[in-house]
C-alpha cells in the first residue's frame, strides 16, 4: 500500500511539474514564431463572446505588422461578456471589445464602458450600420437572424414553407419549431424582436401563447437547439425549424464531410420574420494600449479581416469593399426587410423578457 | 481565547476571509439597491424558492429511497467486487455536472441509445432531457454516495447486541427495524439527507443542462440575473437568501453531526460483515446491485464507449458511415488541429488540470490542518464557527466568481513592482490573470471537506492512548509520533485525495474564471462539447473518459486509506 502511494505521489508530481500551465503563445502554436525583434513586443487583449473565430495567418500579419501579440479573451456568450466587462470597467480587463451587438447596444453605452474612435475606414461602412454616432461603438458585422428550415423534411412530406411569423401558428407546423431563451441566448432575444416588431407590445404575448399551443420547443442557447434539436444539421434532432443565422446554410454546406450538391437546409427570409443583427466593436476606457487598440479597430474594418470574417464567424461584412466568399454568394441568403431594434429597447428588454418567459415557460 | 488558539486560526480564517467573504461582500455591496426591484420580482422569487424546495425535497427522498438499502447491502454482505460497486457509486459525486449531461444524453436524449433503440423498433421515443425526471435522476445519481456512506458507516458499525436482545425478546424483523435500527440510524440519516438537501438546493448545472429553461431554481435565476441581465440587486438579494438558507441547514447539521457517531461501543465495521447465505438475501443482493449497475453504471459507461466509437462521420447524411471502434478521439486529443488562435492542446488542459489539482491539495492541507486541530477539541469559539465554514458548500459559484472578477482585477502590490522595474507592461499582470486563481477558487470550494475529514479523524484520537505512552515512558514527540502520526498520516491523504477530485471535477468557477490559455478538463469538455462534428464530440468524450479514470484513482486512494469508523463529511 506504501508503494502504491508513493508511486502515485510521484507520478502526479512528475505530471504535474512536466505540464505545469506555460502560456502557450497563441498565434505560434503551429506557426513559425515570429522573427525576434529588437525590441519589445506589446500584447493587445481583445475580448470576446465565444463564437470568435479568425484565421491564425490574418491575425498574426497584425502582430507582425505592429510587432505586438494578440490575446483573445473568450468570456461567454454575447451578453455574458458584455455584462463582465461592465462590471469591471474600473480596470478593464482588455483594450478591445468586441461582440456587443445592437440588441445590448444601449447598455453598453449607458455604461461607458468605451471610449470613442472615428476611424478613417468608416467611411467605407454604409450609414444603416452606424448606430452609435459618437463613434464608440464600431460596427464590424452583421448577420440576419432567421428562422432555419430542414429541406429533406419539408419536401418529403410536401408541406410549404411558412411564409410569414403568423404561419407558424397553423397546426400543420405543430412542434416543428425550436426557439431559444431570450433571457440566455442573443438570437432568442433577436427573434422576441421580431415579433414584437411584427406585433407590437402587448401583441406579441397573445402569438407567442399561440406559439405555445403549436408546441414550440424552448432550449437554453443557440448550440443546443442547432446541434441537439435541429434535424438538419449533425445532431439529426426532432424539430425540422430551429431560430438561427441566415448564414447558417452555408456553414453547413462549408462543413460537410463530402462535398454537397445543395445546401442540405434553408432560411425563411420574408418580410418581417427575421431580425438584423450588427454587431460592434469598441476601445475599452482605461487602456494603456490606446495607440495599439486604434490600430487593431482599423485593422477590423479594414478588407483583408472583413473577407476572412464571413467563413469563420458566418457573418456579414460590414466593409462595402469586401467581397464575399463563393460559398456565401450561392447559399447564404439576405433577408428581406428585416426588423431592426425599437426604440425603447434600453427600458423595455428586462420586462419584455419577464413577461414573455410568463407567457412561454410558466 | 488562548494566543495558540488564536494562532491557529490565523491562517485559515485569513484565507476565507480574503478569498470568500471579502469577494462575496464586494459583489453584494454593488447590488444593495433593493429599491429598483420590481413588484412582480418579488412574486417571482417565491415561485422560484417554492420550486427550488420543492426539488431539492423530492431528490432527497428518491435518494434516501434508493440509498438506505444499498447502504444495508454494502454495510453488512460481503461480496466478490464490493469495492469496486463501492468506488462505482462514488465517481459521479465527482465528476462535473457537463459529464454527467453528457452522460445521461448519451444515453437518454433525444439521440441517445435508448431512443436509438426505441426508433428501431418504431417506438414513440422518450422524452427524457428536458423534465423533472432528468432532474431528480441526476441528482439521486450524484448523491446516493452519500447516503451510502454515512448510513452504511453507522449501520455497519452498529452494535448488533440491541437488535439481537430486540429479536430474542420477540420482535420481528420488522419491528425491530422500525423500533430499534432506526432510531439508531436516525443522526445519520438526518446528516445525509441534510447534505444532499443542501446539493440539491444549490445544485445548477444539472438544472440547467438537462432541466432546460422550463425550470429555474435559486441559483439558476442569480445566474440569469447576474449574468445575462445584469440585474445586480436582484442577483445579490437572491445570493443573500440562498446564504442565508445554507446556513441554516449547515447549523442543522453541524448539531447533528456530533450525534453521528452512535454513543454506543462501536463494532468494528467488519465484523458485522458476512456473505449472503439464505436464499432471499442473495436475491436481495444480486437486485441491489443490479439496481446499482443500471443506475450508476449506464450513464457513465456511454461516455468511454462513445470515445472510442466512430458511429456518424457525416454530417450531412442520416445515415451511419462506418462505425467501428476508432483510437482517434485520443490522439486527436495531442493536436492542436484548429487553425485559429486560442485553441491549446487539449492534453494540455489534462494537465493544467493535475497541477490546479495538487496545488488544490497544498493548500487546502495547509489551511485545513490547523482549524481542524482547533475544531476537533472546540471550544465556545469554535462551535459558533462552525456553521460558518461550509458556507462556501453552499454559495453560489456565479456570484463568487463574478466577485473575483471586480476584486482581483488589481495588480498585485509586490508583483506589480517588480514589473514595472523589469520594464514591462505589467497593467494585466492582476490575480485574475494568474493561473493561481483556480487553485484558489478550487480551495475555497474543497476547504468545508477537507476540514471535516480532517476534523472526524483527529477526533477519534484518543486521548487515553496519549496518556498511556507518556505513562509508559514515551516523550511528547514520540507520542504524537506513535499515537497521532499513523492517524492523521492516513487522514491527511485521504483529505487530500479528496480535495483532488473535488477540483478535477469542479466547473462552476472554472468556467468564469479561468483563461483561454490555461484551459481546464471540465472547461475543455464543455467546450468541445458545444462544437459541431463527430471529431469535436470523441474528443470531449475522451476527455471525459480521462476525468472519470482520474477521479476514480482518488476515490480508490480515499477508499484504502479511510479510518473504518469515522465519518466521510
Known sequence: ?362 | MTISRLLIWLAPLAFLGLFFFYPFARILALGLDFTSLRAGFFAETLRVLGFTFFQAALSTLLTLLIGLPLAYVFARYDFPGKAFFRILTAVPFMLPTVVVAAGFNALLGPRGWVNILLTDASAPPVAFVGTLWAILAAHVFYNTTIVIRLVGNAWATMDTRLTDAARSLGASPLQTLWRVTLPLLRPSILASSLLVFLFDFTSYGVILLLGGPKFVTLEVQIYIQALHMLNLPAASLLSVIQLLCTLVFSTLYSRYVTRAIAPLKPRAAWANLRSPKQWLEKVYVATMLTVLMAFFALPLLALPVRSVARLEAERTQPVVNAPGLTSAYYTELFVNRRGSLFHVPPAQAAANSLTYAVLTVLFSLLMGFPAATALARPGKFEKWLDPFLMLPLGASAVTLGLGYIITFNRPLPLLGDICSLLGENCTRNTLLTSPLLIPIAHTTIALPFVIRNLQTALSTIPQRYREAAAVLGASRWQAWRAVDWPIISRATVSAGAFAFTVSLGEFGAASLLARPEYPTLPTAIFRFLSQPGALNYGQAMAMATLLMLFAGLGIFLIEKLRLPGTGEF
Open chain 1, 1 to 362: 500500500m506504501k508503494k502504491l502511494l508513493f508511486v502515485f505521489a510521484t507520478f502526479s508530481i512528475f505530471l504535474a511539474s512536466c505540464g505545469a500551465p506555460a502560456p502557450q503563445d497563441p498565434a505560434a502554436t503551429e506557426a513559425a514564431p515570429p522573427p525576434a525583434t529588437p525590441s519589445e513586443a506589446r500584447t493587445l487583449t481583445v475580448m470576446t463572446h465565444d463564437s470568435f473565430n479568425a484565421s491564425e495567418g490574418v491575425i498574426q500579419e497584425f502582430e507582425l505588422a505592429n510587432n505586438a501579440t494578440v490575446t483573445i479573451l473568450e468570456s461567454g456568450d454575447a451578453g455574458a461578456a458584455l455584462n463582465k466587462a461592465i462590471l469591471a470597467k474600473d480596470a478593464p480587463l482588455a483594450d478591445v471589445f468586441y461582440g456587443v451587438d445592437n440588441s445590448f447596444l444601449s447598455r453598453a453605452l449607458d455604461a461607458d464602458i468605451f471610449d470613442s474612435y472615428a476611424s478613417p475606414l468608416t467611411a467605407n461602412i454604409p450609414d444603416e450600420f452606424q448606430l452609435d454616432l459618437k463613434n464608440r461603438a464600431l460596427p464590424v458585422d452583421y448577420g440576419d437572424v432567421c428562422i432555419n428550415y430542414a429541406k429533406s423534411f419539408f419536401s418529403k412530406n410536401d408541406l410549404p414553407l411558412p411564409a410569414s411569423l403568423d404561419d407558424l401558428k397553423k397546426p400543420e407546423y405543430k412542434d416543428m419549431l425550436v426557439v431559444e431563451n431570450p433571457a440566455t441566448s442573443s438570437p432568442g432575444l433577436a427573434f422576441l424582436l421580431a415579433t414584437i416588431a411584427q406585433y407590437g407590445d402587448p401583441g406579441y404575448l397573445d402569438y407567442w401563447a399561440a406559439l405555445r399551443q403549436n408546441g414550440v420547443v424552448v432550449v437554453d442557447g443557440w448550440e443546443t437547439a442547432y446541434y441537439t434539436n435541429f434535424s438538419g444539421s449533425s445532431g439529426h434532432g426532432p424539430q425540422p425549424m430551429v431560430v438561427s443565422y441566415a448564414s447558417s446554410p452555408a456553414a453547413e454546406v462549408v462543413f460537410a464531410t463530402s462535398p454537397l450538391e445543395d445546401a442540405p437546409t434553408g432560411s425563411i427570409t420574408a418580410p418581417g420574420t427575421c431580425f438584423r443583427q450588427i454587431e460592434f466593436a469598441g476601445i475599452l476606457k482605461g487602456t494603456p494600449n490606446r495607440d495599439l487598440a486604434e490600430k487593431f479597430i482599423d485593422f477590423m474594418l479594414d478588407v483583408q479581416f472583413q473577407e476572412d470574417m464571413p467563413l469563420n464567424m458566418f457573418v456579414y461584412p460590414v466593409n462595402s469593399q469586401a467581397a464575399l466568399p463563393e460559398v456565401f454568394v450561392q447559399y447564404a441568403q439576405v433577408a428581406q426587410s428585416p426588423a431592426a431594434a425599437p426604440n425603447n429597447l434600453d427600458a423595455m428588454r428586462d420586462t419584455w423578457i419577464e413577461a414573455w418567459t410568463q407567457t412561454v415557460l410558466r
